[in-house]
């Protein structure tokens, strides 16, 4: 199979325990800067969704391990916090250049583990370059802040300083990207990291390890388990750990917000979503169709920012049949196909299709808020159409839907614009731009159920989560006069 084209340097492989005999790569941890192979017995099929070919193994990490890994870091930590800035920032102009340098392979990985197309899989890799590009600039982001003679011979200063160990657990749509939303910026502040990628799609991030020691990371700074609820369970139990960073759906999220700040940690969580689109008569109908189609279909509709609800102000007839229209035009294929539009879901959970992940774009007309499938996150290639009489109808529906990632308008008028951008209650505001995720100098900003935690990912605020603030008062001035002691509360002089 293509995989073992791939770059799993690596992988081992082990025989399965089916009569087959076949051999099958199995994912290995990556420990203290050693990709080793975990002892567990148990292991989950990484399965190719556009083929159903086992594509590797990826094993429940034993407790051990775990422990290991978080020693790693933990051991690692004291000399990469004081590593400089400068050198740390070096590592990922490095990293940068060999994910340019490997980005097809890394694409062909995320399409054969997860099924999007290759094109898709590219942007998957250069949303996450694109952080670590921004963690190069770490020593201006880093930067603390200073006020002189707050009073007479004395100086305030603060300065952000690394957390220690933080870790990171990662859903299964973007296994570049979201990996690479989290370890970059925390290793450049000098923390220590343990991924645990999606057991789904794992392999991309082995890749970045291998790229990261390659671009001269220290061993112990970044590690790797795998696993699914013991692991991600442990690492919010883990005493060592100050900081986890989430991304995945809300029963996980939720769960993992909970389990963890109740362990005193700082969490992140970005969760589901529902994105609304609402479009005014007066939109440019060609230019919202195809970001509609796009932004619904595209990833197969697995994207925490695709569109997933359109509500139509006004006669919503006209729109509806084009849509359709050009929904039917999409090519639905493997996604090492080159003209396909959309690939496969990502598992076959369908009954009475065990076999096919593949599904059609879906458009559903005539959707009410109370139905089931505007209610749940669908995840997939469906599009959901809604009326409203009017603009204050349409932004009344979204805002009071719980989800709160991204919403959309589409329309001409800078008025209604403005009005949408005001009164919209959704973190990410696109005004004719159907998938409004900021770029890195930005951050993530999700909200309402979409979102738990206050800092968000990456920009500014990726930098304040994985950063302590240390506020410093000295006073270096001639004592010699002496000044008598006072018990009273000090105030400015
Ligand atoms: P998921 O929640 O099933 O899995 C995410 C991670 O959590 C995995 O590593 C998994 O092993 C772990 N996990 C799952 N259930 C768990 C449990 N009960 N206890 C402990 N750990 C658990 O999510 P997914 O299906 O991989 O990803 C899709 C979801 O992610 C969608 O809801 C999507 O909207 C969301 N998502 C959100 C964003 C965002 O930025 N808001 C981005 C991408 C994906």
Request: aromatic residues 8%.
């Amino acid at each position: 199979p293509q995989i073992l084209a791939l770059r799993f340097s690596h992988f081992s492989t082990a025989a399965q325990p089916s009569s087959s005999k076949r051999k099958t790569l199995r994912v290995p941890n990556f420990i203290g800067g050693t990709f080793v192979d975990s002892q567990s017995s148990t292991a989950i099929d990484v399965i190719n969704p556009a083929t159903q070919e086992v594509v590797s193994q990826v094993p429940l990490t034993t407790n051990e391990e775990f422990k290991a890994a978080v020693s790693a870091a933990k051991q690692a930590f004291p000399s990469w916090r004081s590593t400089p800035v400068t050198a740390r920032q070096r590592i990922m102009f490095k990293l940068q250049e060999l994910i340019r340098r490997d980005i097809d392979k890394l694409a062909m990985n995320i399409t054969t583990e997860q099924g999007k197309t290759l094109k898709d899989a590219h942007g998957d890799v250069f949303r996450g370059l694109e952080v670590v590009e921004h963690a190069c600039g770490m020593a201006t982001l880093q930067m603390g802040e200073y006020v002189p003679n707050v009073s007479n011979g004395i100086d305030t200063y603060s300065i952000r300083e690394p957390l220690g160990v933080c870790a990171g657990i990662c859903p299964f749509n973007f296994p570049a990207m979201i990996p690479l939303w989290m370890f970059p910026l925390a290793v450049t502040c000098g923390n220590t990291f343990v991924l645990k990628p999606s057991e789904k799609d794992p392999g991309a991030s082995i890749m970045l390890a291998e790229l990261a020691m390659e671009a001269g990371l220290p061993n112990g700074v970044l590690n790797i388990v795998h696993g699914t609820n013991d692991v991600v369970n442990a690492i919010c139990d883990d005493d060592n750990i100050r900081a986890i960073s989430f991304v995945g759906s809300n029963i996980a999220g939720m769960h993992i917000y909970a389990r963890a700040s109740a362990k005193g940690k700082r969490v992140q969580s970005n969760m589901g979503a529902k994105n609304h689109a609402i479009v005014l008569p007066d939109a440019n109908m060609d230019a919202a169709l195809n970001a509609l189609v796009a932004a619904g279909f595209g990833a197969a509709g697995q994207r925490c920012m695709a569109l997933s609800t359109v509500v139509f102000v006004g006669d919503s007839q006209p729109w509806e049949n084009k849509l359709v229209e050009r929904a039917k035009a999409l090519k639905v294929n493997a996604g090492t196909v080159p003209d396909a539009d959309l690939g496969p879901v990502i598992s076959k959970q369908v009954p009475g299709y065990e076999q096919g992940n593949f599904i059609g774009p879906t458009i559903l007309s005539g959707v009410t808020a109370d139905m089931e499938c505007y209610k749940e996150e669908i995840f997939g290639p469906v599009l959901l159409c809604m009326k409203a009489d009017s603009f204050e109808e349409a932004i009344d529906i979204v805002n009071r839907n719980k989800y709160g990632n991204g919403a959309a308008i589409f329309t001409t008028s800078g008025a209604a614009a403005r009005k949408f951008q005001t009164e919209i209650e959704a973190g990410q505001v696109g005004i004719n731009v159907p998938i409004p995720v900021p770029l890195p100098f930005f951050s993530f900003t999700g909200s309402k159920a979409s979102f738990a935690g206050d800092l968000n990912f990456y920009g500014k605020a990726g930098v304040n989560f994985f950063t302590q603030i240390k506020t410093i008062t000295q006073q270096w001035k001639d004592l010699a006069a002496g000044s008598g002691v006072s018990l009273a509360m000090p105030t400015s002089q």
